[in-house]
C-alpha cells in the first residue's frame, strides 16, 4: 500500500498539528489558511469548524417571549415562534376586562396547542350566574402549525406559521391567521409580520430586543412592542368594557427566569395595564427531578461460568442465578432444564419485570446476569417475560452468543438480530424437563395511592373536585388469576350540592355516565373495583382474558377479551365484549332499570349493559405514535366508532387525544356532540431517584355526556403488552 507524505511548508509536524487540531474550535488564521493550502488534513478540520459555525447559528435562539393565552407571541398577537417538543406550560394572565387561565403542550416541534378558559369579569353568567357559577366564561381551543422553523436548516428564513384560535365550540375568540417572524441575532432583535381573519382582523406586527442576552445566562429581559389589530369595537362576544381602544400599540416587557418562568406586563388598548406569569416546562425531555442512584448497574460480578455438577449443584445455580435476578430488579419464578441431545441441555426460565420502563433495559440485564452466571455445560437459555399475569414474549439465546457478548466481542444492536424478541413458548412439561426453581406469586401485595377527580362547568361554581385515598390489596391466587380489591376514601370534596342533569342541555340518549357525580355524594367510601381476571397467551401472537366482578364505581359484570399481537410487530388487532350491570350509588347492589330524561319527565326503563368492539392499533415508531380505533357498540346502546391517539416522549410522558363518533342523537348549544377529551399518563419514576415501571394519570373530556361512554373492564391486553415492549428509541430486530 503507497504512502501518503502530506507537507506543510517546512513547518515542524507537531506544530502543524497544533495548529490543524486547534483550527476545529478557533477560526484558522490567514497564516494557517496558507499553510494548509496543500494539506487534506487541514481542509478537513476547516470543514469541520465551518460545520460547527452553521449548526451554533441554526440552534442559536432569542428567548422566546409568549402571549397572554400562552403561545408564542407578545401580548395580544401571536408570532411564528413557539417551544420545543414536549413542553407543557400553565399560566393565569389578566387582561382586562378578562381573565384568563392557559394550558398548552407541544406535542411536536411544528404544532403547538393551547386551552384557554376566559372568564368575562363583572358579566354575570345568563343562565346559572344566579346559582352560584359567577361571571361569564367561555373555553377555547387553539392550534399552530409552524410550516418552516429556524431548526429546520434554514437560519437565513423567517419562521412561517398558520393557526386558529378558539377553533370549535361556541367559538367566542375564533380567529384565522398566517404569520412570519425574523429573527436578528447580531442585534438581539426580532420582527413579527402576521394577517389575521375574525377577532383578529387585518395585518398585525411586533417586535422585541433583549438587549442584554448572554448564552448561559438564568435570565433575560426583553422589551416588546406590538401593533394588537383584535376586532374590539366591532367583534360581537367582545366584553363590553374592552371595547374601547384609544391606541392600537400595546408595550412592555417580558422577564424570562431559567427558561422555566415567564413574567410579562405591558400596556393594552391604551386604556389599561396587562400582566401574566406563566411555567413552562419540558416534561417530555426531562431525565427526571432525582437522579436515579437507586437503580443497580447492569450485573457485572460476580462470574461463576463453572458446569452444573458435583461442586456447583442445580439449587446452589439456581439460587445464585434467582438472587442476582432480584438484585437487577427482577423476580425469578421458575427454572427448568431442559435435557437435549448429546448432553446439550438448555435453560427455560420465566422472569417478570418489576421496575424498568423499556424493554431495552430489560433485555440488556437480562444478558449480562446470564453472560455472567450460565453454567458452561448449557447450550440454550430461554428467558420468558410475563407481565400482569401474561406471558409477553421471550428471548432464545445460545452460550457462544451469551460469551462473545459478555466479552465485548458483539454489540447490542448485533446481538438483538441474532436473538430476536419472540413468541413465548409454553413452560416446559415436569415429564420432560427437570424443576429447578419456582417461586408462588404473591397472593396480595398492598396498594396505597392518592385519588383526584374534577369537573369543570358546574352551574354552582367553574371548579368543582374531589381528592382523597385508594387503598387495597391485589395479587394472584392460585397462582394464576389475578384480582384486585380496593375503595376510595373521600377527604374533600366541592361537589356537595351538584346535581346529576345539565338543565340547560339536558342528556337525550339513556344516562349511562352523566349520574355520575350521585356515586360521590352518596358516600365517603367506595368499593371502586373487586374483581378476577385470567388472561392467557395462546401463543403465535395470540392472547386472550376473561374477567369479571366490580370493575369501577359505576359497573360490574363479565368481560372478554382476545388479541392478536406479536412480538416486533408495530400493529395489533383485537375484540372484547363486555356484560355489565349499573351499580347503586351506594353499597354493592345494583340498578335493574336506567334513566332517560324526556319533555314530558324522566323515563326509567330496564337496562343491562352490553358494550363490544373490534380494535385495530396501530404504533408509528419514527415520531413515537400511538393509535387506536374501536368500532361498535356503547354502553348507551349507540353504535360508532372512536378514535385515539398519542405521542409518547423519551421521559415517558405520553399525551393522547380522542375522538368519538357515534349514531347517539345527543346535542350541545344546538348541535349534535360528539365525544372528544384528552388524556396525560407519566411514569411516577419521573418523581423518585429510582426507576419504576408505575404510570400515573389523568384525562378530562370536553363535556360529561352519555355518548361513546364505556366500562372499565379490568387490566386490558394491549397496554400490557404494549409497554412491556415499549421503548422510546426504536431498535433493531
Not at 422566546?64 to 400562552?70: F, H
Request: glycine share 8%; aromatic share 16%; charged share 20%.
Amino acid at each position: 500500500m503507497p504512502r501518503t507524505v502530506y507537507r506543510c511548508n517546512t513547518m515542524r509536524w507537531p506544530k502543524f498539528v497544533s495548529l490543524c487540531l486547534a483550527s476545529a474550535f478557533i477560526p484558522l488564521s490567514a497564516e494557517v489558511d496558507s499553510l494548509c493550502i496543500d494539506s487534506p488534513a487541514c481542509q478537513l478540520f476547516k470543514d469541520l469548524e465551518l460545520v460547527n459555525k452553521i449548526d451554533l447559528e441554526v440552534h442559536d435562539r432569542l428567548p422566546l417571549i409568549i402571549n397572554y393565552q400562552l403561545q408564542g407571541g407578545y401580548f395580544a398577537m401571536p408570532s411564528a415562534r413557539t417551544f420545543d417538543a414536549g413542553v407543557l406550560g400553565f399560566g393565569f394572565s389578566y387582561v382586562p376586562p378578562y381573565r384568563l387561565w392557559s394550558l398548552g403542550f407541544q406535542f411536536f416541534d411544528h404544532i403547538e396547542t393551547t386551552g384557554n378558559y376566559w372568564v368575562y369579569n363583572g358579566i354575570s353568567e345568563a343562565n346559572f350566574g344566579h346559582l352560584g357559577f359567577g361571571d361569564d366564561a367561555e373555553r377555547a381551543a387553539n392550534v399552530k402549525f409552524i410550516l418552516l422553523r429556524k431548526e429546520d436548516g434554514f437560519p437565513f428564513l423567517p419562521d412561517f406559521a398558520l393557526g386558529w384560535n378558539d377553533f370549535f365550540g361556541s367559538c367566542r375568540f375564533n380567529s384565522f391567521y398566517v404569520v412570519a417572524t425574523q429573527e436578528f441575532l447580531k442585534y438581539n432583535f426580532e420582527a413579527t409580520l402576521g394577517w389575521g381573519r375574525g377577532r383578529i382582523h387585518g395585518f398585525y406586527g411586533g417586535i422585541a430586543w433583549t438587549p442584554l442576552r448572554r448564552p448561559g445566562r438564568n435570565w433575560d429581559l426583553s422589551l416588546i412592542a406590538e401593533y394588537d389589530a383584535n376586532n374590539y369595537k366591532k367583534h360581537g362576544s367582545e366584553h363590553p368594557d374592552g371595547r374601547k381602544v384609544s391606541c392600537r400599540i400595546n408595550a412592555g416587557a417580558q422577564l424570562k427566569l431559567w427558561d422555566l418562568f415567564r413574567f410579562s406586563a405591558s400596556t393594552l388598548r391604551g386604556e389599561d395595564w396587562a400582566a401574566s406569569a406563566a411555567i413552562n416546562y419540558n416534561l417530555g425531555a426531562s431525565k427526571g427531578f432525582f437522579p436515579k442512584i437507586y437503580d443497580p448497574s447492569p450485573y457485572v460480578g460476580p462470574v461463576d461460568t463453572q458446569p452444573m455438577g458435583l461442586l456447583r449443584t442445580r439449587q446452589e445455580f439456581a439460587q445464585e442465578l434467582a438472587y442476582a435476578f432480584k438484585e437487577q430488579g427482577f423476580d425469578l419464578y421458575s427454572l427448568y432444564l431442559v435435557p437435549g441431545e448429546k448432553g446439550k441441555d438448555g435453560l427455560w426460565m420465566k422472569v417478570v419485570n418489576v421496575r424498568y420502563r423499556e424493554e431495552e433495559d430489560v433485555r440488556s440485564r437480562i444478558e449480562h446476569i446470564l453472560a455472567s452466571l450460565t453454567p458452561s455445560n448449557i447450550s440454550t437459555l430461554t428467558a420468558v417475560v410475563e407481565a400482569d399475569g401474561v406471558a409477553s414474549h421471550e428471548y432464545r439465546f445460545r452460550l457462544q452468543d451469551l460469551k462473545r457478548y459478555g466479552e465485548g466481542k458483539m454489540g447490542e444492536e448485533e446481538f438483538r438480530v441474532v436473538a430476536p424478541m419472540k413468541n413465548a413458548s409454553k413452560s416446559p412439561s415436569e415429564y420432560d424437563a427437570a424443576l429447578l426453581y419456582q417461586r408462588n406469586k404473591a397472593i396480595w401485595m398492598l396498594t396505597f395511592r392518592p385519588w383526584f377527580r374534577s369537573f369543570f362547568g358546574s352551574s354552582q361554581g367553574k371548579f368543582k373536585y374531589e381528592v382523597g385515598l385508594a387503598l387495597g390489596p391485589e395479587g394472584y391466587l392460585f397462582d394464576q388469576v389475578y384480582y384486585s380489591l380496593y375503595g376510595t376514601w373521600t377527604i374533600k370534596s366541592s361537589t356537595e350540592g351538584m346535581k346529576d342533569r345539565d338543565f340547560l342541555t339536558p342528556s337525550r340518549i339513556i344516562n349511562v355516565r352523566t349520574d355520575a357525580i350521585l356515586y360521590n355524594q352518596a358516600n365517603s367510601f367506595h368499593v371502586d373495583q373487586a374483581y378476577l381476571q385470567k388472561s392467557w397467551n395462546l401463543g403465535k401472537g395470540w392472547f386472550s382474558r376473561i374477567a369479571t366482578g366490580y370493575f369501577e364505581t359505576a359497573y360490574a359484570g363479565v368481560a372478554w377479551e382476545a388479541l392478536y399481537y406479536p412480538p416486533n410487530y408495530n400493529w395489533a388487532i383485537g375484540v372484547e365484549a363486555a356484560t355489565v350491570w349499573k351499580r347503586k350509588y351506594y353499597g354493592l347492589g345494583f340498578q335493574h332499570k336506567i334513566r332517560k330524561m324526556t319533555p314530558e319527565g324522566d323515563v326509567y326503563s330496564p337496562y343491562i349493559g352490553v358494550q363490544y368492539f373490534f380494535d385495530v392499533y396501530y404504533e408509528y415508531k419514527p415520531f413515537n405514535l400511538d393509535f387506536k380505533i374501536s368500532a361498535g357498540q356503547f354502553l348507551a346502546r349507540d353504535k360508532g366508532a372512536r378514535f385515539e391517539a398519542g405521542r409518547t416522549f423519551l421521559s415517558g410522558l405520553r399525551v393522547g387525544l380522542w375522538y368519538t363518533v357515534t349514531n347517539a342523537e345527543d346535542q350541545m348549544h344546538g348541535r349534535r356532540y360528539y365525544d372528544k377529551g384528552f388524556s396525560i399518563t407519566m411514569p411516577l419514576d419521573l418523581f423518585l431517584n429510582k426507576t419504576s415501571r408505575t404510570r400515573i394519570g389523568y384525562s378530562m373530556s370536553a363535556w360529561l355526556r352519555d355518548c361513546g361512554a364505556q366500562a372499565a373492564t379490568g387490566k386490558q391486553l394491549y397496554p400490557t403488552l404494549y409497554w412491556e415492549r415499549y421503548n422510546t428509541k426504536p431498535v433493531i430486530y
